[in-house]
């Protein structure tokens, strides 16, 4: 059997139809966000019924991103990429037509997750693995900086909309954006299932089914990148949630922490670009250590000296280290175990992920509301960094996974 190619034309589509997909899929999870006041205000429901919503939204895609992995492993990507699509629309519109508290929890936290799972990092990162085998790093890196977009983009189209037609009409006009895009899907190659790929590696005399699951997750390394990911999705969603209110208790205006929020989201696409150029040059692990050496720095700054001007500071940098582990997932997974089971493997870590960053956003609500400021947070960020940088370093640059 000869090795799959794919004309370079061919591939800059995937790759675009990839930006595209993760830009929605960005975009469409923080809408709610946008939407939180008017919906509460209109509906007269609390903030805390809202954000359970959002709870359940994290928990479920976090759940349900295993078994997409594997699906996106066994069955034709095309498929599942056009039905997570129309589910993920037809929740949304709907969510534009809810008179009570379980509809939202039900299309929304239930439904929407586990289709928004569909065209998440995970199925899309095995779609790049497979048109970009030899520049993954870069790739997925470039697919992944669309979540970054989507959050600028959509964000600012519904803000500049939401006084002209509601809550309700940016819900609507969220699913069209989505349903526009099952046009470029429809011309999307298929490409070759994980062990069609397997079965050509064969052929070029490379091993790439050299580690299922039951196998992985005996080795050292795969429990060292759940708690590499475990660590950063703590620290990503505990940001996220409180960077905001924690500018405004330091001094600066809402306007400013809001914008410097924005940022955060511009930098980041600075540093997914780049972590993707480190990934095919030098291995994922280079990348890894640049993010946690500059989260010890930023955190030990803005613990030791909380003033306006080192918040900002701090923002902007850890905005450049947001999203640097989301494109090396299917970098560790692929170069320590193989292709095989690339789907279902990315997906356990990036659940990892999830759950971890809950848990640390609800963790810094309640060290704050315990203690009224965040400094034992940042006190702990550090520890979990330093702890972070040192497994990371326990992995190195090895080859195949018998060489740990």
């Known amino acids: 059997m000869t090795a799959f190619k794919m004309p370079p034309v061919k591939a800059l589509f995937v790759l675009a139809v990839a930006f595209l997909l993760l830009l929605f899929n960005g975009g469409s999870r923080f809408t709610i966000g946008?939407?939180?006041?008017?919906?509460?205000?209109?509906?007269?429901?609390?903030?805390?019924?809202?954000?359970?919503?959002?709870?359940?939204?994290?928990?479920?895609?976090?759940?349900?991103?295993?078994?997409?992995?594997?699906?996106?492993?066994?069955?034709n990507l095309k498929v599942i990429l056009i039905l997570a699509l129309l589910v993920s629309s037809a929740s949304i519109a709907l969510m534009g037509l809810i008179q009570t508290p379980f509809q939202a929890m039900l299309l929304y936290g239930v439904i929407f997750a586990l289709s928004n799972a569909?065209?998440?990092?995970?199925?899309?990162?095995?779609?790049i693995s497979r048109w970009f085998p030899d520049r993954l790093g870069l790739a997925n890196s470039i697919a992944i900086s669309g979540m970054g977009m989507g959050q600028l983009v959509i964000i600012?189209?519904?803000?500049?909309?939401?006084?002209?037609?509601?809550?309700?009409?940016?819900?609507?006009?969220?699913?069209?954006?989505g349903l526009v895009l099952i046009v470029p899907l429809m011309f999307l190659g298929v490409p070759p299932t994980a062990q069609q790929q397997?079965?050509?590696?064969?052929?070029?005399?490379?091993?790439?089914?050299?580690?299922?699951?039951?196998?992985?997750?005996?080795?050292?390394?795969?429990?060292?990148?759940?708690?590499?990911?475990?660590?950063?999705?703590?620290?990503?969603?505990?940001?996220?949630?409180?960077?905001?209110?924690?500018?405004?208790?330091?001094?600066?205006?809402?306007?400013?922490?809001?914008n410097l929020f924005a940022?955060?989201?511009?930098?980041?696409?600075?540093?997914?670009?780049?972590?993707?150029?480190?990934?095919?040059?030098?291995?994922?692990?280079?990348?890894?250590?640049?993010?946690f050496?500059?989260?010890?720095?930023?955190?030990?700054?803005?613990?030791?000296?909380?003033?306006?001007?080192?918040?900002i500071l701090f923002a902007l940098c850890y905005g450049i280290t947001f999203w640097i582990t989301a494109p090396l997932t299917v970098v560790f997974v692929q170069q320590y175990f193989g292709r095989a089971d690339?789907?279902?493997?990315?997906?356990?870590?990036?659940?990892?992920?999830?759950?971890?960053?809950?848990?640390?956003?609800?963790?810094?609500?309640?060290?704050?509301?315990?203690?009224?400021?965040?400094?034992?947070?940042?006190?702990?960020?550090?520890?979990?960094?330093v702890s972070a940088f040192w497994f990371t370093w326990q992995i190195r640059r090895k080859e195949t996974i018998e060489a740990l």
Not at 242 to 250: E, G, L, P, R, Y
Not at 263 to 291: E, I, Q, S
Not at 293 to 311: C, E, G, K, N, S
């Open 156 to 177: 600012l189209l519904l803000t500049a909309q939401l006084d002209v037609i509601g809550w309700r009409g940016a819900f609507i006009l969220l699913a069209g954006l």
């Open 118 to 127: 569909g065209t998440s990092v995970a199925p899309i990162g095995v779609l």
């Open 342 to 385: 690339l789907g279902v493997l990315s997906g356990i870590i990036i659940m990892t992920h999830q759950a971890a960053g809950g848990a640390g956003a609800y963790l810094g609500g309640a060290v704050y509301d315990a203690f009224g400021d965040y400094h034992h947070v940042f006190v702990w960020m550090v520890v979990l960094s």
């Open 293 to 311: 050496a500059v989260r010890i720095v930023v955190f030990t700054l803005v613990m030791l000296m909380p003033t306006p001007t080192t918040i």
């Open 198 to 258: 397997t079965d050509q590696s064969a052929s070029r005399g490379v091993d790439d089914s050299r580690s299922g699951v039951s196998t992985a997750v005996c080795t050292r390394v795969f429990w060292i990148l759940i708690v590499i990911y475990a660590v950063c999705g703590g620290q990503d969603f505990f940001v996220a949630t409180h960077v905001v209110a924690f500018a405004s208790d330091q001094g600066l205006t809402s306007s400013m922490a809001g």
């Open 34 to 75: 946008l939407t939180l006041k008017p919906m509460a205000d209109d509906l007269v429901w609390s903030r805390t019924t809202l954000s359970l919503t959002v709870t359940v939204f994290m928990v479920v895609s976090a759940v349900v991103l295993p078994v997409i992995g594997r699906l996106a492993d066994r069955y």
């Open 263 to 291: 940022l955060m989201g511009l930098f980041g696409l600075f540093g997914v670009l780049a972590a993707g150029f480190l990934a095919d040059r030098y291995g994922p692990v280079v990348p890894t250590l640049v993010c």
